[in-house]
C-alpha cells in the first residue's frame, strides 16, 4: 500500500513507485475518482515510464469496478489527455511524473472540458475517500475501450496554428525521451519543416539526460544541435511534453517571458482587445507589450491552477508562466507547449528574419532567473527583506514578497514543499539587476547561516 498522504500534493499526485505508490493504490485511487466526479466515463493516458502502463491498468481496474466505463488512450502526452478530455467531454487522468526523474510516477486529473482537479476542487476528498477504498471489492463491472487519439489531438493543434505555408523551417526537437518524440511527429507530419530528432526513443529511464528544459544543462546536447545543423531554432520538451523550451538560431535560450509576450500579440491580432494572463514573476516586458497591442493583463500568483481559474474567470485567451507552461481558450484553456512552440513556428515561418531578431522585440530586460536559497527560517529573513528594503520600493504580497522600484522588481517566495526561499529579479539595466539580486541574496543566505 502507498502513502496516500504523501503522494498527494496541491495539484496532482506524485511519488516514488513502488514505496509510495504502487498499484493497488492506484486502483483505489480509480475507485474514489469515480465516487468524487460522478463520472459514468473516464479517459485514461499514460507517459513511457516502466510504470504507467501498470499503474494505469489498476486505475482502471478501480474505475471499471465502480461501474463507470474507460476510453483508453494508451501513450500520450499531457495535452494530449486534455485534448482527450476536452473533445470527449469526460474526466480523465493522465499517468505521468513529468520531468521528475525515472523512479517516480503520479496522476493528473481532471474534470470533463479538460478542467484541473486540486487540492481544493476534490482532489483531497479522493484522496480521503481512497483510503477507505483500499483492497476493496469490485461493486460493478464497467466496460474498457482503446482509442488512438493522437492524430485527432494533431488535426486539432494544426487547426489552432495553421503551418502550412510557413517557409520552410530547420528544427531540432529534444524530446529527452519522453513523451515529445511521440507526438511531435503526427503534429510536423507534411509540413514544411525539417525534422532533426534528437532522443525520441521512448525511454523512461531518461538514459541521455533529465527530461527537464528547466535546467541549463539538459539544453546543452540541443544547444549544440542546432549551431551544428545550421537550424532556424531548436524545441525542447519535459517528459510529459506539456513545457516546451525556445533555442534560437544562435543556440541562445529564449526566455519564456518573450514566448510568452509573441504568443500574446499574435492572439490579440486575432481577438482584439483580449485579455491575456500572466503570472507575478513574468518579465515586466509582459503586460506592456499586452497593453501595447490592446489587450488587458491580468496578474496572477505562481502556478497552473491559479492561471487556470483566472483565464476561466476572465475568459482570456491565452496565459503564460515562467516555467514554460502555456495556456490556450481555444484548448480548453489548458497548457500545450506543443501549441505555444507552433505558434513561434509560425511567427518565424511568416517573415525571413532569424528567431532572435523576432524574438528582440519581446525582451525588454534582464531577469536574474529563479534561484533557490535554503533558509531554516523563511519568516525571518523576508522580514530582513522587508526592513532593508522598506523605504526603496512599493510593497505587494500577492504571492510573497514582491519589491517594485524604479525600472527594477523583485520577488521573494517561499517554497510549499522545501525550506527554500525563491528569488526572481530584474532590471532594465543588467547591472542593477545585479546589484539587487546580489543583494537580496546576500540578506537572505546570512539569515540562514
Known amino acids: 500500500m502507498g502513502d496516500l498522504a504523501k503522494i498527494f500534493k496541491a495539484y496532482d499526485v506524485r511519488g516514488v513507485v513502488p514505496d509510495e505508490l504502487d498499484e493497488p493504490t492506484a486502483e483505489a485511487v480509480g475507485a474514489a475518482f469515480v465516487e468524487v466526479t460522478g463520472a459514468r466515463s473516464v479517459v485514461v493516458a499514460h507517459d513511457m515510464r516502466e510504470s504507467s502502463a501498470p499503474l494505469a491498468a489498476a486505475f482502471v481496474r478501480g474505475v471499471t469496478g465502480r461501474g463507470a466505463d474507460v476510453v483508453h488512450a494508451g501513450l500520450g502526452s499531457t495535452d494530449l489527455l486534455y485534448y482527450a478530455s476536452g473533445s470527449l467531454g469526460l474526466p480523465g487522468v493522465m499517468f505521468t511524473a513529468s520531468h521528475n526523474p525515472a523512479q517516480y510516477n ?8 479538460a478542467v484541473p482537479i486540486g487540492s481544493d476542487s476534490g482532489l483531497t476528498q479522493i484522496r480521503d475517500l481512497a483510503a477507505e477504498l483500499v483492497g476493496g471489492a469490485a461493486v460493478a463491472k464497467g466496460s474498457v475501450i482503446e482509442k488512438d487519439l493522437l492524430q485527432g489531438y494533431a488535426d486539432h493543434l494544426r487547426k489552432l496554428v495553421d503551418l502550412s505555408a510557413i517557409r520552410p523551417l530547420k528544427v531540432v526537437v529534444d524530446a529527452g525521451n519522453g513523451m515529445g518524440g511521440h507526438t511531435v511527429p503526427a503534429v510536423f507530419d507534411g509540413l514544411p519543416i525539417e525534422l532533426t530528432p534528437l532522443y525520441f526513443e521512448l525511454d523512461g529511464s531518461f538514459p541521455n539526460h533529465e527530461a527537464n528544459p528547466l535546467e541549463p544543462a539538459n539544453l546543452r546536447d540541443l544547444q549544440k544541435a542546432v ?8 524545441l525542447a520538451f519535459d517528459g510529459d511534453a506539456d513545457r516546451c523550451w525556445v533555442i534560437d538560431e544562435r543556440g541562445e535560450s529564449v526566455s519564456p517571458s518573450a514566448v510568452t509576450a509573441l504568443v500574446a500579440a499574435r ?3 486575432k481577438h482584439p482587445g483580449a485579455t491575456i494572463i500572466h503570472n507575478l514573476i ?4 509582459v ?3 499586452v497593453r501595447e497591442h490592446g489587450g488587458e493583463p491580468v496578474r496572477t500568483r505562481v502556478g497552473h491552477s491559479f492561471i487556470k481559474a483566472e483565464m476561466a474567470r476572465t475568459g482570456a485567451v491565452f496565459g503564460g508562466e515562467h516555467s514554460a507552461h502555456y495556456y490556450f481558450r481555444d484548448f480548453w484553456f489548458a497548457d500545450s507547449g506543443l501549441l505555444a512552440a507552433m505558434h513561434v513556428l509560425a511567427a518565424l515561418g511568416e517573415q525571413a528574419r532569424p528567431l532572435s531578431e523576432v524574438v528582440s522585440a519581446y525582451s525588454r530586460y534582464h531577469a536574474s532567473g529563479e534561484i533557490n536559497s535554503t533558509v531554516a527560517d523563511q ?8 526592513q532593508a528594503f522598506a523605504s526603496r520600493g512599493a510593497f505587494d504580497e500577492l504571492d ?3 519589491v517594485s522600484g524604479s525600472g ?3 520577488n521573494l517566495r517561499a517554497s510549499n514543499t522545501e525550506p527554500l526561499l525563491r528569488l526572481n529579479a530584474e532590471a532594465a539595466d543588467e547591472t542593477e539587476m545585479t546589484a539587487i539580486r546580489d543583494e537580496v541574496l546576500a540578506i537572505v543566505r546570512r539569515v540562514s547561516e
Open 267 to 269: 492572439e490579440l491580432a
Open 400 to 402: 510573497g514578497l514582491t
Open 282 to 285: 513574468t518579465s515586466l516586458g
Open 287 to 289: 503586460p506592456e507589450i
Open 106 to 113: 503520479g496522476m493528473k486529473m481532471c474534470r470533463a472540458g
Open 379 to 386: 519568516r525571518d529573513a523576508l522580514a530582513r527583506v522587508r
Open 227 to 234: 549551431l551544428a545543423a545550421g537550424a532556424d531554432l531548436g
Open 408 to 410: 527594477w522588481w523583485f
